[in-house]
């Protein structure tokens, strides 16, 4: 087994397969037992969030006779005794759908319960924020379409619950929300014989027989009261009756095949979320919806049941109020298996720019696997019924007695048009699968048990050409893919860096999961400690299992790699030149993934292993780093430094290679500095015998970020030109993005009126000529600013700082106070909290335009560029200088998430 390079240990064991999801935001969450731990990688011993799963009361479905308890199917109900609530099920949606533009935690746990988890980002608490109870939706769902039956019972119930419901509102209508910590489920009264419980065991798949693929889907949009998030409940008490239901509120009989259907229908399974939708390219779909992403979250149940729901992200993010809740629809209910669903896994073919086929892999109990497939197009538009637009693309296996317990799909690249979808199943056999999207055509990789219990993770990583798995027997094995064929081969054992604490022990008996990291250089691994190897009082009752992370960066996945030829590796502390050529080759890798704009910059894998290896081998980064930007300017460099070379090519370089070059300069060259002391106007404060090469860097990181900082001008006057047209308009209800600090930009321009490129001169005299009532009307313009301290003038020194005049005291001192300013529109930043970012430390009260983000290259000329000046939603908070996304800054006693 590999070495790992750091451990976190856990107070609660894992239970399922699965049990490890690492976030695009970079945070690590465990599930285990009945908390779900969630953990910053680059700070595996610091502060941690948690989720605490409590029992909670069983939906309220019907009552059966007494002589139906020992019925077949209600046996597994009946008998079930677990008080304990776990979580079976956690993932972690795409960024942007949380209120602070974070991700959003999907927790699944053993009573069927679904619901969503946000980061508290303006509690001050290591506990995290329900938002959402899916289930409760569910619930509503089911009884307004009567659980899709139509005999007399079920309309008597179907009326008794709708009393209730009106009531129940009526209850809640006179409460505000609390969204600090959601309020407890009501307690209902029990059923004349037994509650609704988790079974310990499959159901037999007949019992959802009835349910169909096709129904009216009415309930939760049609009517205003639908958006409701309340349950139906029975009246409150204090104490539980055991023989009957009060007569007020009697609840229909039922039988024992339509309760355990109705259960099964009710009783979620496993939860996964789909990769961001975009419902439009450059404009809002409409003046309405400023909504122009979503992603859907598919819900596994016991009945083979799959409903898909769409969650808007938010109209805006904020980090001052925790109002904000994400819109959220039913758009589709398939009826997938006949068993329980117990895993599932998503990847996005792209067809065409506007309409991506959505692709969905299914495993169940009774040993199929599916993959299903619709355009989201279809998906995204009304409906009226639960087909969800989904049809069969393919049926992998079909059914036997042996367990899905996990999967994996991907799209293989750069072609992207073959998916490759790994199994893993109770036995211990491991499938690989390819397919030709185009043909449908498959064919499998013979591997049959190469494990010799439950397959409890597998995950993909390098774009499909290594596959990574482990089991229940504590073993973690990695696969190379080599044209129609898979190799095993063996995990890095060399570790770069510091080694791993001696805190967290090393006797494990089981794994229960794996995740890679967003550059898929680091792979985490949740396992099991086995409690016969812990010391009984210092190490057994405080330490129950370990999430360990291990450094996959030297893993060989392409045989045509070979030794570097432009570089001459040493072997050292224990690496070999093939190790070190598979680093090199792995980080290019990273870096040029990150490159796309639709993936979040989050490079803290590859920032770390750079650090890592300039530890002792410094001229081996410079080498990468070199190699890097060599990348961006072409080979022929000549004898200048690479650093002079890129700096005089910062145009024609694209924001995204901007905001990387940034980060790297700030987080591996000048890891030793404070970013506000980089951040400083002054250059000379290198000291050293590297100060040569430091000074190049630094002046490097200047010249990118007065790059930047033009672009953003370019930009913001642009869309001003545009927005005079339209003032008329209340742009702001609208949604769109607005300009703010139109002064501040002005001044920068005329304090750098000689450094600057002659189209944004023409673009600032344009400005020039705009009245200021409309400038006012358009933006938000001040061009004298006052302190929020002494409301003394704040004069405008320069885009990061400035001092306020000042106020004398009775003494005679002038007191005058530091302001920062928006690294966005470079007003002074107020009192209130401001987005932060982790990287550079800059702060900004405003948010950048989209259209920044995604510049190829300084434009040439004025012409109205669309991709510019077309009015678009607000941004998400992403830094101006580093790309990374901004968050409230956080004490250092909380979870923080770090990016870098």
Known sequence: MASRFQAASLVASPSYPNAVAWSEENLVAVACGHLVTILNPSMPFGPRGLITVPPSQPFQIGVIDKKDLLSGCMQPISFHRDTSPCVRSISWSPIGLAPNSGCLLAVCTTEGQVKLFRFPFCEYSAEWVEILDISEMLYKYLLDVNFWESDVNSELFNEQSSELRNEHERDVDTSSPVMRKPPKRRRRNDMAVIQDAQPSSALNGNESANVVTEVPLKALNDRPESRSLQIVCMPKSKT????????????????????????????????????????????????????DCCSILAIGGKSGMISFWKINKPRHYSILNNTCINDTQLVGILHAHMSWITTMSWEVSVSNASNHQLLLATGSSDGSVKIWHCYSAELLKPSETSSASFSLFHEIISVDSVPVSVLSLTVHMPSAKQILLAVGKGSGALEVWTCDISTRKFHKIGLEDVHGHVVTGIAWAFDGNCLYSCNQDDSVHCWTLHGDSLCKVTLPSNTPGVESSTDVPNGFDSCFGLAVSPGNLVVAVARRFDAGLLDPMYQLRSQK?????????????????????????????????????????????SFDQHEHLNKPVVIWDVVAALLAFKQFAPKYVDHILAKWLRSYVGSNSGNSPIQTVVSKCLSNITTRQLHLLNIIIRRVILADLKADKVNEENESFVDGPAKRQMDLWLKLLKSSEKELRERLIYCSFSIINNLVSRSSENLSKLGYWQPAGLAQLENWVNYNHAHIRNSLKVLKSEVKKIKKSKLCSIGNYVAKEQCSYCSAPVPFESPEASFCQGTECTNGVVQKHKLTRCAASMLVNDVTPTWFCVCCHRRSSKLAPRALFSMLQYPSDTSNDPKITTLRASSKPMCVFCGILLQRSQPEFLLAASPV
């Open 545 to 589: 299992a370990a999430v360990e992370f291990f450094w996959t960066g030297g893993q060989q996945h392409d045989k045509l790699i070979d030794k570097c030829s432009d570089f001459e590796v040493e072997a050292f502390a224990g690496f070999s030149d093939k190790e070190l050529v598979n680093w090199e080759y792995n980080i290019m890798w």
């Open 240 to 291: 539980r009756s055991k023989k009957k239901v009060p007569e007020t509120h009697s609840v229909a009989l039922i039988s024992a095949d339509k309760y355990a259907s109705r259960s099964s229908m009710l009783t979620s399974v496993v939860v996964a979320w789909s990769p961001l939708l975009h419902t439009s390219e450059y404009r809002l779909a409409s003046p309405d919806d400023s909504c």
